[in-house]
């Protein structure tokens, strides 16, 4: 059996272009053969089909490259929950712009490991001034701002914990709102800080009140944990108002703003966030209202100093002498050591498409959540919970149970006809439709509560 040739140096992309082709048309296939948004048949017909095309694993004797590839690549691709069709709107889970793909595939070839200069000389250079300009976009005010490359929002709660606490040396005291994302939570334990301090927030906010409160009542060190752009709901704290708390009680400030940050790109809507710059951590995800491909995240600081103590020397990559030579110094960038450059899809993005261009995606998206909250408030059988914040909505079937609202996303699930979330507000089950694609129309949305209404009729009858 001949060596299969590699995807890099002169001879790769001649190797890479009859493999992509297969890949391209395996895509296809499977998406016809699922021919919605999701699989049809529930977990025990997807599972059929992958263990089917899967087995055996690890054959005596491979089937060749292509047969894996169209086996695999169509299989994988018709059990698929597919972000791309507008009938998909569960989660903060995007289909990637193709551009940004593109360069993916090519960070991919590449294969470079931001751990030292010496393995990714140009992605090295190319990610420092990425994240220089991002960090400047979060803080323009700040100090020296920088931001690390993370693979999301979990990872960024957690260096921004780990940061603050290295920072004060001492126990700190994580406060957050009852709708903060579980990583902050799990941050503290996994850091072996104490259990975080809950501050209600009765209208799906942190409420300033309570906060207040909490801050005058605790003693010591202490972070406060905002959100722009909670997981179920989209809200936004009040960020200038607990910025003002946080200066009041010499408290500092991390933003969780993986959903919500991306507004800065839009003319229309950056002033939602008004307050985010006087945080000292700001985490983003570019892999939600960014259209990245997975991962796309980054933890943006006010003053590059805050990020001293993730320095740290391994002579095999980062020695002395090295680093006195001249040689960039990347192992402090990250807590993790190989490390993709996932900067590139993020700096081909923002050069091809601009602050202009990112922000017409972002208003476009929200004008969706605009309209289809519209047509639930509308609707005279569907209760809208609240209009929409970015791009999430809330809605439910008026006459139904919490128990009837859950077995309708399921339904909808099984037949691979819709993908709906769910969310509890106001101590009620609601549908969720988190809207990340900007190319929905307005029939779209119509279509997905048809789909909804007819299981309504079916179920409440």
Same mark, same amino acid.
């Given at each position: 059996?001949?060596?299969?040739?590699?995807?890099?140096?002169?001879?790769?992309?001649?190797?890479?272009?009859?493999?992509?082709?297969?890949?391209?048309?395996?895509?296809?296939?499977?998406? %016809?053969?699922?021919?919605?948004?999701?699989? *049809? &048949?529930?977990?025990?017909?997807? *599972?059929?089909? $992958?263990?089917?095309?899967?087995?055996?694993?690890?054959?005596?004797?491979?089937?060749?490259?292509?047969?894996?590839?169209?086996?695999?690549?169509?299989?994988?691709?018709?059990?698929?929950?597919?972000?791309?069709?507008?009938?998909?709107?569960?989660?903060?889970?995007?289909?990637?712009?193709?551009?940004?793909?593109?360069?993916?595939?090519?960070?991919?070839?590449?294969?470079?490991?931001?751990?030292?200069?010496?393995?990714?000389?140009?992605?090295?250079?190319? #990610?420092?001034?990425?994240?220089?300009?991002?960090?400047?976009?979060?803080?323009?005010?700040?100090?020296?701002?920088?931001?690390? $490359?993370?693979?999301?929002?979990?990872?960024?709660?957690?260096?921004?914990?780990?940061?603050?606490?290295?920072?004060?040396?001492?126990?700190?005291? $994580?406060?957050?709102?009852?709708?903060?994302?579980?990583?902050?939570?799990?941050?503290?334990?996994?850091?072996?800080?104490?259990?975080?301090?809950?501050?209600?927030?009765?209208?799906?906010?942190?409420?300033?009140?309570?906060?207040? #409160?909490?801050?005058?009542?605790?003693?010591?060190?202490?972070?406060?944990?905002?959100?722009?752009?909670?997981?179920?709901?989209?809200?936004?704290?009040?960020?200038?108002?607990?910025?003002?708390?946080?200066?009041?009680? &010499?408290? #500092?400030?991390?933003?969780?703003?993986?959903?919500?940050?991306?507004?800065?790109?839009?003319?229309?809507?950056?002033?939602?966030?008004?307050?985010?710059?006087?945080?000292?951590?700001?985490?983003?995800?570019?892999?939600?209202?960014?259209?990245?491909?997975?991962?796309?995240?980054?933890?943006?600081?006010?003053?590059?100093?805050?990020?001293?103590?993730?320095?740290?020397?391994?002579?095999?990559?980062?020695?002395?002498?090295?680093?006195?030579?001249?040689?960039?110094?990347?192992?402090?960038?990250?807590?993790?050591?190989?490390?993709?450059?996932?900067?590139?899809?993020?700096?081909?993005?923002?050069?091809?498409?601009?602050?202009?261009?990112?922000? $017409?995606?972002?208003?476009?998206?929200?004008?969706?959540?605009?309209?289809?909250?519209?047509?639930?408030?509308?609707?005279?059988?569907?209760?809208?919970?609240?209009?929409?914040?970015?791009?999430?909505?809330?809605?439910?079937?008026? *006459?139904?149970?919490?128990?009837?609202?859950?077995?309708?996303?399921?339904?909808?699930?099984?037949?691979?006809?819709?993908?709906?979330?769910?969310?509890? %507000?106001?101590?009620?089950?609601?549908?969720?439709?988190?809207?990340?694609?900007?190319?929905?129309?307005?029939?779209?949305?119509? %279509?997905?509560?048809?789909?909804?209404?007819?299981?309504?009729?079916?179920?409440?009858?």
């Amino acid at each position: 059996m001949s060596t299969p040739p590699l995807a890099g140096g002169p001879a790769g992309p001649d190797a890479l272009r009859p493999l992509i082709a297969v890949v391209l048309d395996a895509l296809r296939d499977g998406a %016809a053969a699922r021919g919605g948004p999701f699989p *049809a &048949g529930g977990p025990e017909a997807v *599972a059929e089909r $992958v263990v089917r095309a899967a087995e055996p694993v690890l054959p005596d004797t491979g089937i060749g490259a292509d047969e894996a590839l169209r086996t695999l690549v169509r299989t994988v691709t018709e059990g698929a929950a597919d972000p791309a069709d507008p009938l998909c709107a569960a989660h903060l889970h995007t289909s990637p712009l193709a551009l940004a793909v593109a360069a993916d595939l090519a960070a991919s070839v590449l294969n470079p490991s931001l751990d030292s200069w010496d393995q990714a000389p140009s992605a090295t250079e190319l #990610e420092a001034a990425v994240t220089r300009a991002l960090g400047a976009e979060v803080f323009p005010e700040g100090r020296d701002p920088d931001a690390l $490359v993370t693979t999301g929002g979990t990872e960024s709660n957690q260096l921004a914990l780990l940061l603050a606490r290295e920072r004060h040396r001492t126990a700190l005291q $994580v406060i957050c709102g009852a709708a903060t994302h579980h990583s902050v939570r799990r941050a503290a334990w996994l850091l072996g800080m104490p259990e975080p301090v809950t501050v209600p927030a009765p209208s799906g906010i942190l409420d300033p009140a309570a906060l207040d #409160e909490a801050l005058s009542s605790l003693p010591g060190s202490r972070l406060v944990v905002a959100t722009a752009g909670t997981t179920d709901t989209g809200q936004i704290d009040p960020l200038a108002e607990i910025a003002d708390l946080c200066a009041r009680h &010499g408290t #500092e400030l991390h933003v969780d703003a993986a959903y919500g940050g991306p507004l800065l790109f839009s003319a229309a809507h950056r002033g939602r966030l008004a307050g985010l710059e006087r945080a000292q951590s700001v985490t983003l995800d570019l892999h939600k209202l960014g259209w990245q491909p997975v991962a796309a995240g980054l933890l943006a600081v006010a003053d590059r100093a805050r990020l001293a103590p993730l320095n740290v020397t391994a002579d095999y990559l980062n020695p002395d002498d090295d680093t006195e030579a001249g040689l960039p110094d990347v192992l402090g960038r990250s807590l993790r050591t190989t490390r993709r450059p996932d900067i590139l899809k993020v700096a081909v993005t923002l050069k091809a498409l601009g602050r202009t261009g990112l922000g $017409v995606l972002v208003d476009r998206t929200c004008a969706l959540a605009e309209q289809l909250a519209e047509l639930v408030d509308k609707h005279p059988r569907l209760e809208l919970y609240r209009r929409p914040t970015l791009s999430t909505v809330l809605f439910r079937p008026v *006459a139904a149970t919490d128990e009837e609202t859950a077995a309708i996303r399921r339904r909808l699930l099984t037949e691979g006809r819709a993908v709906l979330g769910r969310a509890r %507000a106001d101590d009620r089950l609601w549908l969720k439709a988190t809207l990340l694609n900007p190319h929905a129309t307005t029939s779209d949305l119509e %279509a997905l509560l048809e789909l909804v209404e007819e299981l309504v009729e079916g179920t409440t009858r």
